[in-house]
């Protein structure tokens, strides 16, 4: 794909430039790195690491922990390009895609930082001087807007930009002019800059700032971030003032490039330019280029999300992911593309993005397969679905109904992926119509449902969090912290704040310690376990939580010798952790770094890890492959890491600057949150990467490593599970103890095994075949009569229904009139491995051809079918009455021989 050139600009432009998306982006960031701004690259748009949000929604999401206070900046000023998705949760714009040109799923947001830094003045400063100076935006066509109550905002704004005194500084209220993350977390009031694009767009009374027209666009957001929402719904000052400022830079690429819509700028352009070339159907500015804007936006938003490890599945991001690609799909068929073509633009979209995202250009062979691989599965969930359609139809005739209710719209969307548009498209060519009503509010309840299941991972932790908020908001001075020590089972510690309270009947301590041995759940390491005691109590402890800089140890109290609490606040206890346990997570979690290391070179480069769990009982590591892995890629990896087991492999830490790590070749884990400053663990020359967690000295100690899984848990994702150590020796063994039973009852030695069986199931299929055809022989003598015989005017009629039967038999029954001489029809219903089936034959004394009558009847019963002359087959609604069917056939074919 030949992509348009564009000549390099200088940072500050004039408005007789054409500046393209790649300077703006440029621009922005000089900008403010002349301005004491640390760049901090975007984090991926797939927050694994934040269980509140779906997707990252805002340049914000990656400095939630420094906004709330629970992790200090390294910097007190950062600039970003945020990677964001809105498509699913509280910040939604699929349904807007295409329809206007502001609206995307997928979209870079600029964004500047101050963590209790500067504060409104700076903020609003900032962003004056960069529109109105560096990118020469015109004083005249802008606009503030500020919180109704936000009388400073007000203020600056009247004192920064004097030109826009004319009226031109409005107050909006909470829904337009308050900004929060999500139902919890920081939020504050915001103020808005919008610039107005002229009369040319002007729609009615809805053409106003913060108005639904094209007219007047928002263009940059900043949010002064003063609160923090807890769970409960009540609002806290946090600790500093901060700022977190988001501009849309495909936005802002509109307005200078003087272009209709966002879709009419040169990244949007060149990727419809694509399209055009791969469907042949010529692009429209107005409603008929709808598609092509859908599948550009879309596009997008799936190459960067499996490129940021996602997948597309039924659950949580997967589903929103699937969805998009069905989208995108069905909008392909508008343009005639009956083939899978989505994964083809994935080549210029790289080309346009590769060098500014090099994750999508890495990735790029393995986001094609994954794309191909959903491409084709829904085409066959298309086949499918229009079976379906057809069954539905078939009942609303028989109940004589004109409307597709909104549960049939609901469950063939939901459950077999079928797009309603397409239902409703459908309905209409029929003459019905779908109840839209009683569709979207499935939909609601669904999406709420998923809401809900959102908070419902983060409540545990939230809750206690909520819970230490409230008790320790005014107990920890600042700079209270705890230290964690590596390497040790046992240490003793004084306490910095001690407490209990009861679950249930249970009670329970929670214990802040100066120094602990615990580490902390973290990179999908789970925390340590163990106790906490003094002579005066014990406490066995299962809960361990980063809060702020201390770690909150969470446990049920075993021994208990004191009467009041106050008796324990300062002691000197001793922290034990359960050095077993710990030993089983340590091999595992080095082993889940082999197990990376073997997967790349088995399988390729393109495998990343997506998620993972390392616990006492087993490892589990969840990483980007678009196909299943075949018995010898798994025996490979099994070989190659037990061998790398024997060799003795030491395993080295040590600390380096994150840019230096990289550059010698550490991996960084996907979805990790990196200091300046990171912890190396390299196996020897066999795996180097970016980890805290924690690891035995050398491989040896692992001992034997068996895998137990391989599942995809998304399309591109696949799930692997493993053991090590003393959960592999019993694994070995249980299977040992198998093997020896199976030997013993086929009476075969053990290496025999494979081979006896592999006999076995050739006998058993060789059995099953003559069985089928003693069954499809059981009526071609003639001397087995089931069926009622049915005298018609030229012919015999014979209708039966078999009821549960295999379609050998019933097969065997209709092609026994070719021994017939006599004129005769057969029909046949049945259940066949669960399906409503029919089958119909003819011989050709009857002179009636009885696919053509089998597929009007079908048809009209609300089922599918059809065939030759002679033989016809096909399926039915399960809930129709095989009399009706035969009724039916009989009139119709006393029509057809009159």
């Not at 206690?464 to 908001?473: G, S, T, V």
Request: charged share 25%.
């Amino acid at each position: 794909m030949r992509l348009k050139k564009y000549a390099k600009k200088k940072n500050c432009i004039t408005r007789s430039q054409t500046i393209n998306i790649s300077e703006i982006r440029k621009a922005f960031v000089e900008y403010f790195k002349d301005r004491d701004h640390k760049q901090i690259v975007s984090s991926p748009v797939i927050p694994f690491d934040d269980p509140t949000i779906m997707f990252a929604n805002a340049g914000m999401n990656q400095f939630k922990d420094i906004f709330t206070g629970q992790k200090k900046a390294e910097h007190p000023r950062a600039v970003s390009v945020q990677k964001c998705m809105r498509a699913g949760g509280k910040h939604n714009d699929l349904e807007n895609v295409g329809r206007t040109g502001r609206h995307h799923t997928f979209f870079e947001m600029l964004g500047n930082f101050s963590f209790g830094d500067y504060f409104k003045e700076e903020a609003i400063s900032y962003a004056w001087e960069f529109i109105t100076k560096n990118l020469a935006l015109p004083a005249d066509k802008l606009y503030a807007t500020v919180y109704t109550d936000d009388n400073e905002a007000y203020a600056l704004w009247e004192k920064i930009a004097p030109e826009l005194k004319n009226g031109r500084i409005l107050r909006f209220g909470k829904e337009d002019n308050y900004w929060s993350m999500g139902n919890v977390g920081p939020c504050g009031p915001c103020s808005e800059i919008h610039f107005d694009r002229g009369e040319k767009f002007e729609t009615g009374q809805d053409a106003v700032v913060n108005g639904e027209a094209d007219r007047y666009v928002e263009i940059w957001n900043l949010v002064f971030m003063q609160f923090n929402k807890k769970p409960d719904g009540t609002i806290d000052p946090l600790p500093k003032p901060s700022v977190d400022t988001g501009a849309g830079l495909e936005r802002i690429a509109c307005i200078l490039q003087n272009a209709e819509s966002n879709y009419e700028i040169e990244l949007f352009q060149n990727l419809i330019g694509a399209i055009c070339d791969i469907t042949g159907v010529k692009y429209s500015h107005e409603a008929a280029g709808l598609s092509h804007r859908v599948i550009a936006d879309h596009i997008r938003a799936l190459t960067f999300c499996i490129a940021d490890g996602g997948g597309l599945s039924n659950e949580k991001q997967g589903y929103v992911l699937r969805r998009i690609l069905r989208r995108a799909a069905r909008h392909g068929r508008k343009l005639n593309m009956q083939e899978p073509f989505i994964y083809k633009l994935v080549s210029p979209l790289v080309d346009l993005m590769g060098d500014v995202y090099p994750e999508i250009k890495e990735k790029q062979t393995h986001i094609e397969s994954v794309l191909l691989a959903e491409e084709e599965s829904f085409g066959r969930t298309l086949d499918t679905g229009l079976e379906l359609f057809e069954n539905v139809i078939g009942t609303m005739k028989k109940n004589k109904t004109d409307v597709v209710s909104g549960e049939d719209v609901f469950k063939l969307c939901d459950t077999f992926g079928f797009p309603p548009d397409l239902t409703r498209v459908m309905a209409e060519e029929k003459g019905f119509t779908i109840d839209d009503h009683g569709f979207k509010q499935l939909m609601e309840k669904q999406q709420k449902q998923s809401r809900q299941a959102v908070q419902q991972n983060a409540t545990s932790t939230e809750q206690i969090k909520f819970m230490l908020d409230e008790i320790l908001k005014d107990a920890l001075p600042s700079g209270t912290k705890t230290e964690f020590v590596r390497d040790v089972n046992s240490l003793e510690s004084n306490i910095i704040e001690i407490f209990e309270f009861k679950q249930g009947e249970v009670p329970y301590l929670v214990i802040i310690p100066e120094k602990t041995p615990f580490y902390v759940e973290g990179g999908g390491q789970v925390g340590d376990v163990g106790t906490i005691s003094h002579p005066l109590f014990k406490a066995r402890i299962d809960t361990t939580i980063k809060f702020k800089n201390v770690i909150v140890h969470i446990g049920q109290l075993e021994e208990k010798k004191y009467s009041d609490i106050e008796e324990i606040t300062n002691l000197n206890i001793k922290l034990t952790i359960d050095k077993n346990n710990k030993l089983d997570i340590k091999r595992n979690h080095t082993a889940t770094h082999m197990l990376h290391a073997a997967l790349r070179q088995v399988l390729g480069e393109h495998v990343r890890q997506s998620g993972s769990y390392v616990g006492p009982d087993k490892l589990r590591f969840d990483f980007s492959h678009f196909q299943p892995m075949t018995t010898k890629e798994k025996l490979d990896v099994e070989k190659l890491i037990n061998a790398r087991i024997l060799d003795g492999l030491a395993v080295t830490t040590f600390e380096d600057s994150l840019e230096n790590a990289k550059k010698t070749g550490a991996m960084a884990i996907f979805g990790e949150k990196y200091d300046s400053n990171v912890r190396v663990v390299s196996i020897g020359t066999f795996s180097k990467e970016l980890c805290g967690g924690t690891h035995i000295d050398n491989v040896s100690q692992i001992g034997p490593f068996v895998l137990t899984m391989e599942i995809g848990i998304a399309t591109g994702i696949r799930r692997i599970e493993a053991v090590t150590g003393r959960e592999a020796i019993a694994k070995i063994l249980q299977q040992k103890s198998a093997i020896s039973e199976i030997s013993e009852i086929i009476k075969r030695p053990a290496e025999e095994i494979s081979a006896t069986i592999k006999e076995m199931g050739k006998n058993i299929i060789d059995l099953q075949k003559e069985n089928k055809k003693l069954k499809s022989e059981k009526f071609s003598t003639g001397t087995t009569t089931v069926g009622h015989e049915i005298e018609m005017n030229k012919f015999k009629f014979v209708p039966h229904n078999f009821g549960k039967v295999e379609s050998e038999e019933m097969a065997g029954w209709v092609d026994r009139i070719k021994t017939i001489n006599q004129p005769l029809v057969t029909v046949a219903t049945g259940i066949v491995d669960g399906k409503a089936t029919f089958m119909g034959g003819a011989n050709k004394a009857s002179g009636v051809h009885i696919g053509k009558i089998s597929k009007e009847v079908l048809a009209e019963l609300g089922g599918r079918g059809g065939g030759k002359d002679s033989f016809a087959q096909g399926t039915f609604p399960s809930d129709l009455d095989p009399e009706l069917i035969f009724s039916t056939l009989k009139k119709k074919l006393e029509e057809t021989t009159k």
